[in-house]
């Protein structure tokens, strides 16, 4: 029994030729051979009779050609070859558009060109050998015949090629450009839950309240008049932020009195050791801006600035830069070269203006060579 | 035996104080010798006065709290001060460490203190397993670089990952190239390669490394040479043979 009779054999080398697709060909290639090949087999008679009929009267027109072929069968095969290369080609700038489009077409064209040339030649000389003619005799008017013919049909072909490729391609790159979009939609909408979620945790921040309730103890205990001004401060901090946590918008007076409050409780803590300077202009403190962003830059400053060198100053002020709201945190602490690295704070409010404001927001943040950082939020107004 | 004797670290003035103050009432014979302001001061003065204990708070700027009972070692006994953590205490508890809470009610540092006074005698015992998954608890940190520190003349900028289009080895350093421009880090490649996410960040060249999410096409030319693209960026990444097998034939 041959091989190809043997049970399963079809199925096995369909199977194998599968394979090789699926490793040769990017996903999308793949999908689109696929469905090519679902097509072709639920229909396959349909195509088959449009393939002959268009065989058959390509022949009579081969025939009809004054001094062309001169039996039937001779003209049947011609015809055959050049459909079958007609197929191929348009198959190809079908699904391989890719291969029909910029650089890639114009190194295809000069070998397009370069075949069908080096065919004409082939046949120029098989035909002077064949029927033992000297060159001499090849009339150049007929050699420049031939050669013409040839050029105008490659030309053809290949415009008929490249503008279906082209027309694939712009195609390919709207669906593309869709997908792109889609998938930029959804990764944000990620991003916010993910950076909410994440506020939450950070938010929910017992170490400030305990060492800030001690802090209230101590001076209780010793009878300090700061007593009440700390616990004046702790009740202005707590009634800001804990409605904040639910909160999606905010105003920027309402964050720049949570980073008061914040700061008057670390100057009463550190000893007085801190200076704070807050410039918020009147029209600004009615601006929306996201809730817990400029706490967590103060807090930075005061954790990674300030607070290693026990004193300093912090300033916050804002002001309207061409239709965006910026929002500087500066101190003369210890500057950056010193700490960060893998911190969440910071990426935190970065993800979030990013989900809140894709490119229109930003986060900057720098340190002078001596020491001293500025972070900024530019947000649109 | 002679008296008890401790040193009292917490960056906040008012705090030591407190604890000083509250000390003095629940362990009238324990002596403080010195107050430290950070962790460094705090393993500065252990070495120095040699106490029989050390109050450390747990968040202190520069040296924290958990560095300094590393380099404490099994010099001193030490006592964690800590305001309210529910992992920290939980660790605390399940690794017998004596911990005192911030505020501290006059029981509970009674209590503490009859504890300590019976374990003062016997030799301070080793933290290091606990250590690890204390920091690990109370700072939490996510597992790959985030924010680099470029320096650009005499600034320095802190430039997060996500914005690099790539990084290219320049003698000693490495320079971090962005949409809006370069800058320096005091990194070699090689560092900056294992603390960068794998996922999001790839070596296609001995001196380069690219973010992939910033690749917009990846060329190949008649020889095989292939070359990234990217975005808002007009120079293009050369890919070198050893690395072209990640960007598959397209």
Redesign the interface.
């Known amino acids: 029994m041959p091989v190809f009779r043997q049970p399963g054999f079809w199925k096995r080398l369909e199977a194998r030729g599968d394979a090789w697709a699926a490793k040769r060909l990017s996903p999308d290639e793949f999908a689109e051979a696929v469905d090519l090949d679902r097509r072709l087999k639920a229909n396959w008679v349909r195509w088959l009779l449009w393939y002959f009929a268009g065989i058959v009267l390509f022949t009579i027109g081969l025939m009809l050609i004054k001094g062309g072929f001169d039996s039937w069968p001779t003209a049947f095969l011609m015809a055959n070859l050049l459909g079958m290369c007609g197929v191929v080609f348009m198959l190809s700038a079908w699904y391989g558009y890719r291969k029909w489009t910029g650089a890639r077409a114009r190194r295809n064209f000069v070998l397009f060109v370069g075949a069908i040339l080096l065919g004409g030649a082939g046949g120029i000389v098989g035909d002077m050998l064949a029927n033992h003619r000297p060159l001499a005799e090849m009339v150049p008017e007929k050699m420049s015949t031939i050669a013409g013919t040839a050029l105008m049909m490659a030309f053809v072909a290949f415009a008929l090629i490249t503008s279906i490729a082209n027309l694939r391609q712009r195609d390919s790159n709207q669906r593309m450009a869709l997908l792109k979009g889609e998938a930029e939609r959804e990764r944000l909408a990620r991003q916010t839950l993910q950076a909410e979620l994440k506020l939450l945790q950070a938010q929910v921040e017992p170490h400030f309240l305990f060492n800030t309730l001690a802090n209230v103890r101590y001076l209780v205990q010793t009878n300090s008049p700061d007593a009440l001004a700390m616990l004046d401060h702790l009740i202005a901090y707590l009634r800001t932020a804990l409605p904040e946590i639910r909160s999606e918008s905010s105003t920027l007076g309402r964050e720049a009195e949570l980073a008061r409050a914040y700061l008057e409780i670390m100057r009463l803590r550190m000893g007085g050791e801190l200076r704070i300077e807050i410039s918020v202009p009147e029209v600004l403190a009615r601006a929306p801006f996201p809730p817990l962003m400029l706490i967590t830059l103060v807090e930075n400053a005061i954790k990674h600035g300030v607070a290693p060198l026990a004193k300093g100053n912090v300033s916050i002020s804002a002001r309207a830069v061409e239709g965006r709201i910026e929002v500087v945190v500066e101190d003369d602490g210890r500057g950056i070269a010193g700490a960060v690295g893998r911190g969440v704070g910071l990426t935190n409010v970065r993800d979030r203006l990013a989900a809140l404001f894709g490119e229109g927001a930003r986060l900057d943040l720098e340190s002078r060579e001596g020491g001293g950082t500025r972070a900024r939020i530019v947000v649109p107004e | 035996m002679k008296n008890a004797t401790a040193i009292i670290a917490d960056?906040?003035?008012?705090?030591r104080?407190?604890l000083r103050?509250a000390l003095a009432q629940a362990w009238p014979e324990l002596e403080i010798l010195a107050e430290a302001?950070?962790g460094a001061e705090a393993v500065n003065a252990v070495r120095e006065h040699r106490p029989s204990l050390v109050f450390l708070d747990i968040?202190m700027?520069?040296m924290n709290g958990l560095e300094a009972a590393q380099a404490i070692g099994e010099q001193a006994h030490v006592v964690f001060v800590t305001?309210?953590?529910r992992y920290a205490v939980e660790a605390f508890e399940r690794g017998a460490v004596d911990y005192v809470?911030?505020?501290?009610s006059m029981e509970r540092l009674a209590e503490t203190a009859r504890r300590l006074r019976a374990r003062i005698g016997s030799p301070a015992p080793a933290l290091d397993s606990i250590l690890g998954e204390l920091a690990r608890r109370i700072a939490?940190?996510?597992?790959?670089?985030?924010?680099l520190?470029a320096s650009l003349g005499?600034?320095?900028?802190?430039i997060?990952v996500?914005d690099v289009s790539y990084f290219q080895s320049d003698t000693k350093y490495t320079r971090v190239v962005t949409r809006d421009g370069e800058a320096l880090v005091k990194k070699t490649l090689r560092e900056l390669s294992s603390e960068l996410d794998p996922r999001h960040f790839w070596q296609v060249h001995r001196g380069t490394i690219v973010n992939i999410r910033s690749i917009t096409s990846v060329s190949s030319d008649?020889t095989g040479r292939r070359e990234i693209t990217l975005k808002d960026r007009t120079e293009k990444v050369e890919v070198s043979r050893t690395f072209a097998h990640l960007f598959?034939?397209?």
Request: avoid cysteine.
């Open positions: 960056d906040e003035p008012m705090l104080k407190q103050a302001a950070n968040e700027p520069g305001a309210y953590d809470l911030k505020p501290a939490p940190t996510s597992d790959h670089l985030q924010w520190q005499n600034t320095i900028k802190l997060n996500d008649d598959k034939a397209s």
